[in-house]
Each structure stands twice: as C-alpha cells, then as structure tokens.
C-alpha cells in the first residue's frame, strides 16, 4: 500500500521565508522517492491543516509536526484541524519530550493517519544541533574549547517549551564534546541576554531551537545578546560580546539535516524508510559521529 | 508509449471495455470491436491489433485508465478541462489537435495532442495571448511554490487564491499528473474541494462551527457572537471574501440555517469555511468591536467629508498606489492628503486636534 508522508508545520501569514525549511525538508526526503506522496501543510499558509489530507491519495499516512515542543499544536491544533477522531494526548504517553506516535483515523478522508511526536522533541533533534554548530564555525570537529548555548522561545503557558530545550542540552552536555553546555531563553531565565554571563569559554555557539528564522531568530535574540544595535545593519559570525566570540547560529530548523529527524519520526512510527534516513544522513552531513549516542 | 495501448486493450479485452464510445469484448468467435467509426465482430488478435492501432478511441481509453491520475478527484478535473462529458472522442481529439483551453481562478490551463498523447500547459491568464518566449519556462510543478510566494509588486501573498498571481512564467509541457499537481501547488486543496462539491459531498464548515471550534489567541472570536444578528460577519465576507480579494467562491454562511446577505463570489472553487487569514483578522475586530462608539466633533468642509470617503475607497479597493502623482481631482492623491493632514493635524498627529481619549 502507497504511504504518504505529510509535514505539519506553523507558517505565517506575515513573513514569506516561514515556510522555507518545510519546503526544503519535504524535497530532500521526496527526492529519496521513500514516499508516494510528500505534502506540506501550514496552520497559517495552504494548503492548511483541514484541507491537506484531501489532497493525498494514499491511504496511510504519516504525519510529522515541524513543531519544537510539545504542546498545544502537537495536543490540540493539529489532531483537531485534522480531524484525528479519538484523540488523546495520553495515547503519546509522553513525559513532555518522550512522545512516540499514535495510530488513528481521519473523520473526513478515512484515511489511517500515523500521528508521530514533532521533530524537537525526537533525539536525533540533538544531533541537527551539534550540525548546526558545525556549519556556522565550519568546523566538522567544533567542541573542544567551544560553549553551546541552546536557545528556546520560553513561555510560561507551557512548561513543554523549555524542557525540550533543556532535553537537548542535558543529551549533548553528557556527550563532553563541547566544554560547556547551557540552555538559555528569551522569555524566562536564564535569559539569552546574558549569554556571556553563563561561559567561561571564549567562543560560544548559540544555536536557537527555532523551526524558521523570523522576528525572534533574526531581530530579537541577535539583538538580546548584543551582537548588533540595530539587525538591519547585520552581524559578523563570529561577533565579539564582553570578551566572548559569539557564532550565532540563526534557526536550527533550516539545518538540512532537519530532515532526518522527519524521516526518524516516520521511521518509528512504522514507515519503511531506512534507505531513505541512510541517504539524507549522507547528503546532509548528518552521517553519525563515532561519539554519537 | 507506442503500441502500449494496443497490448493493454488485448490485455484488458477479456474483462470487456466499455468506454468513452468504445467496446472491446472477447466472444467464442473471436474479438468485437465498436466504435462510432467503426465495427468488427469475430476478428482474431491480430486484425484487433490493427484496427486498434489507428484508433483515437483506443488511444483515449489507455489515457484514461493507464496515464491519467486515477484519484477520482484528479481524474474529473482532467475529464472537465478536456470537456469530456460534452464531447464525444471524436470531436474531442478534434478540438485537442489544437488545443483545448480553460480557466482555473487565474490559471490558463490549456491541453493539446502531440504526437497523439494529452501534453499539458499552464500559465497566467494576463499571459494568455504572450509569446511563449517571453515567458520564464518551468517543468517541476513543486516550482508553482515559489512562483506563489509573492505578487508582481514582490509583496508575499500569504493567500493562495488571492487575485495577485504574479505574471511572466509557463509551465509549457507538463504531463497530466504533473497538470494536477502545478494546479494543486498553486492552489492547494481546490480540485479536491471542487470534485467534493460536483459530487454533493462539501463539507462545509460555517462561521458559527468554525469560531466555536477555535482555541487559544483565537478563541475570544467565539465572543463576537452575540445572537443579536450577524450583521458583523456580512462585514467580515465583504471585507475579505470578495472576489477582489479572494478567487474562492464562498459557500460558508453563518450557521446552517443563516446565509449572510453578501453575495460569495463566481469562483470556479468552493471555500468551504472561514480561512486562518478571516479568524486572524476577525480576532482583531473582536477586540476593536468590543469598544463602545463616542461622539466626536470635528469641522469638515464638505470637500473634506467626501474626500475622506474616497482616501477610505482607494485604501480598501487597493488603488490608491494607482493614483497619478500630479491628479489632484482625486480625494487619495497623495498631495491632496498631504494637505488636508497639514491643515487638520496638530503637531502630535492628533486629527483636528480632537483627542481620542477626553
């Protein structure tokens, strides 16, 4: 039987290049041919989460939320625009960063629709990470002498947020590949203002946990940390903040490598993609470090 | 793809065909073959071979069951483009040896034989009459994405099937696959929406099942209802669901047993209920409607008065970046605004000095 693969992601309604990592994400893996079908869909853009479904011919799919945290997409959007009948959080049985995937029906297509857990929360996410410092220092071995400084949005209405920051900094605190390891937030502390309080080390990377770059990845934190008064003039990567070398490393979404964890999340769910995940770690750089867990 | 069709008939023959003007059956005798062109009973394979091998009808019914999309939606859109349930084979492969053409919101799509086979074209109806030359050329369907992101002005389009297709790119030769899936990145969902609809299935979803359902930012719209009326939702669809700012036509009403009273536009494609652009902007009115009307005084020329009327018409229908520089007959003129903001607002931009808070 044809499986589809459908990348459920936020797009916007304001800013044009919301949409981009999806549509990159979804051509890398289309181009593996592991799926009859790929189809993007947009909570802000179209086709829209009601409407994608109609537009896939095959019967299963799997559907994987470009989304950071889980939480109120992941738990009540997503399931509720694509008629997910008999949804239930609990079905994830997650502890905030542990979802799997949940097996269920669409109400108004029938199909049997493999609702997996959202690309931020899967372990591999912690891999794009430690790319995504590889590729802004150009650095493939970057580690010894650096800090990594993951970046979450933050907010108090969901405790979900910062633990899948927090998740990921804790998985590749423990791998000792960089001196130090911290998880910093816009919203709520520690504050990503004061970056250079939290490292001793002289360069840090700053990787936000974002799915796009838009306002917060571009304007806001670049102008929290201090590496520009004013984020039309831009910044150097890297920009020397109170004595530290700061590379910044914009959105980890726009990662290629983001696309793996797609796959991962398909992959677990039951989709027969290992040939694919092979290709993409190859294309992307994501080949798996001899330190990797 | 030559003689395919002629193995797939001899294939398919023993099960019987019974298409477009075509039968193919396989009796004790040998094979029948009918078209309205012509008849053979008892003949043996060979002669069917040959006899198929010419035949528009055959040709016509391998398109339909081995090339063209067989998702039912997929399929009546190209049976529809193609005019097929009003023209018989014959006059149909007569139209496609020159081509067939229609409009989809502000596609040109357009289907024409070569070399005996359904190639597919797909342009801006303002480009309809360009030469092709002109025009940037394009073969993967996913590049209607980009194409899509932004309007002739380079202002992003965050609505698929806002009027504001941006012009000056072909897709020339598209399969009937590909024909589908240019349409479908261009406007998302609207081929299954309408194939819904022929069928008497839409789902529509109202303005009243559709607030209610909404959550978080964009619950406190369920508010905006207040049973008295819905006066305030026909401003809503003649603010964006007109068929100046959207080539949907609007089926979604207020509830099931209350239609609005502004017409839903003549679009080809149903909207079956309020988009994520109509509940984002129907959270902000929410908010704006939730204020209590005042009365302020203000000293207006009657000139002013109309002329505030056209700044308010050339905002809302878009022209006033059409206004010529020098035209100080009309109202939004740029120079004639700029004086009447000289004359009317006190240093703090306050409109004739009226504060909006006393």
Known sequence: MDQALVIAAHGSHLNAESSTPTYDHADTIRATGAFAEVRESFWKEEPSFREVLRTVDADEVYLVPLFISEGYFTEQVIPREFRLEDWDPALWDSDGTSATTATLSAGDTGQTVHYCGPVGTHDTMSDVIVQRAQSVTGDPDVGEGFGLAVVGHGTERNENSAKAIQYHADRIRERGRFDEVQSLFMDEEPEVDDVTDHFESDDVVVVPLFIADGFHTQEDIPEDMGLTDDYRTGYDVPTTVDGHDIWYAGAVGTEPLMADVVLERAADAGADVSAAIEQVREETGGARPATGD | ?358
């Open chain 2, 1 to 358: 793809m030559d003689g395919e069709y002629v193995d797939a008939l001899v294939d398919t023959a023993p099960d019987g065909i019974d298409f477009d003007d075509l039968r193919v059956d396989r009796e004790p005798d040998g094979y029948t073959f009918r078209t309205p062109a012509a008849a053979h009973t008892g003949i043996d394979e060979e002669t069917l071979r040959e006899v198929a091998a010419d035949s528009p009808y055959v040709r016509n019914w391998y398109f339909w069951h081995a090339v063209a999309p067989q998702k039912d939606d997929r399929w009546a859109f190209l049976r529809w483009l193609e005019g097929a349930d009003e023209r018989g084979v014959a006059e149909r492969y007569d139209a496609l040896s020159d081509g067939l053409a229609t409009t989809w919101g502000q596609l040109h799509l357009r289907v024409a034989l070569t070399d005996g086979e359904r190639r597919y074209h797909v342009r801006h109806v303002a480009d309809a009459d360009t030469d092709s030359d002109d025009l940037d050329a394009h073969d993967d369907p996913l590049d209607a994405r980009e194409l899509a992101k932004h309007d002739d002005d380079g202002q992003y389009r965050p609505l698929k099937t806002a009027p504001s297709l941006r012009t000056g790119w072909a897709f020339p030769d598209l399969t009937a696959g590909d024909l589908v899936a240019t349409v479908d990145a261009f406007y998302p969902a609207t081929v299954a929406n309408w194939h819904r609809e022929r069928e008497g299935d839409l789902d529509v979803s109202h303005w009243r099942d559709t607030v209610s359902r909404q959550t978080g930012i964009y619950g406190v719209v369920d508010t905006w209802d207040r049973g008295d009326g819905h006066e305030h939702v026909n401003w809503v669809a003649e603010a964006c669901c007109d068929d100046s700012q959207c080539l949907k036509r609007r089926e979604w009403q207020y509830d099931d047993g209350t239609d609005l009273d502004v017409d839903g536009g003549a679009g080809a494609f149903p909207c079956r209920e309020p988009c994520s652009l109509v509940i984002a902007a129907a959270r902000k009115w929410t908010k704006l409607e939730g204020e209590e009307t005042r009365t302020y005084e203000f000293d207006l020329t009657p000139s002013e008065k109309e002329q505030l009327e056209a700044i308010i018409d050339a905002v809302a229908d878009g022209e006033a970046d059409d206004i010529r520089e020098a035209d100080v007959y009309e109202g939004a003129n740029r120079y004639r605004v700029r004086y009447l903001r000289a004359k009317l607002f006190d240093e703090d931009g306050t409109f004739a000095g009226v504060e909006t808070d006393d």
